[in-house]
T-cell receptor
């Protein structure tokens, strides 16, 4: 079993829809990252969370440490949001390496 | 604007060649990392470094080595490239705490 599980694997939406991507993990962590990767592009860190909730524009990320679960929400989705979204955890022991989920491929149609 | 710069966006190399992938960061980060990304497997850690001249193996170090002679530069070396090393290679850096994680834009390596 992977230490970081994301769902869904693939997601299609119509422009304007509210989108949720989920991430569950099974190890102790000090923080969780949500990353975005456009086709052929590099990876951008959207959020780094250790508790609660963060908001940036139309993006909201939440984390529940007790339940070992995080969600990324996109409000009023737009075709430019089409990308792969990756959840990655920073373990609370050892070096600051990330363990990644397999990613969620989001396609938003006009 | 803070940056992690990878020297090549695309590379094509022949089987058996020695390949160098270079990564430079300008954020004074202690940690630097090399990951590879493959469809269906996601991102996997090859090697990382937490200080100059220090290195640690990641999950898939076989067939690779690294060099960190200066704080800002971390090189990934494929000693004898093989076709199963065709992949997207991503460099990243962070502070020792894990804050400030920043990725490069990746090098797509094809070994023929």
């Amino acid at each position: 079993k992977n230490e970081v599980e994301q769902s869904p694997q693939n997601l299609t939406a119509q422009e304007g829809e509210f989108i949720t991507i989920n991430c569950s993990y099974s190890v102790g962590i000090s923080a969780l990252h949500w990353l975005q990767q456009h086709p052929g592009g590099g990876i951008v860190s959207l959020f780094m969370l250790s508790s609660g909730k963060k908001k940036h524009g139309r993006l909201i990320a939440t984390i529940n440490i007790q339940e070992k679960h995080s969600s990324l929400h996109i409000t009023a989705s737009h075709p430019r949001d089409s990308a792969v979204y990756i959840c990655a955890v920073l373990r609370n022991s050892g070096y600051s390496t990330l363990t990644f989920g397999k990613g969620t491929m989001l396609l938003v149609s006009p | 604007d803070v940056k992690v710069t990878q020297s090549s966006r695309y590379l094509v190399k022949r089987t058996g060649e020695k390949v160098f992938l270079e990564c430079v960061q300008d954020m004074d980060h202690e940690n630097m990392f090399w990951y590879r990304q493959d469809p269906g497997l996601g991102l996997r850690l090859i090697y990382f470094s937490y200080d100059v001249k220090m290195k640690e193996k990641g999950d898939i170090p076989e067939g690779y080595s690294v060099s960190r002679e200066k704080k800002e530069r971390f090189s990934l070396i494929l000693e004898s490239a093989s076709t199963n090393q065709t992949s997207m290679y991503l460099c990243a850096s962070s502070f020792v705490s894990g804050d400030g994680y920043t990725f490069g834009s990746g090098t797509r390596l094809t070994v023929v």
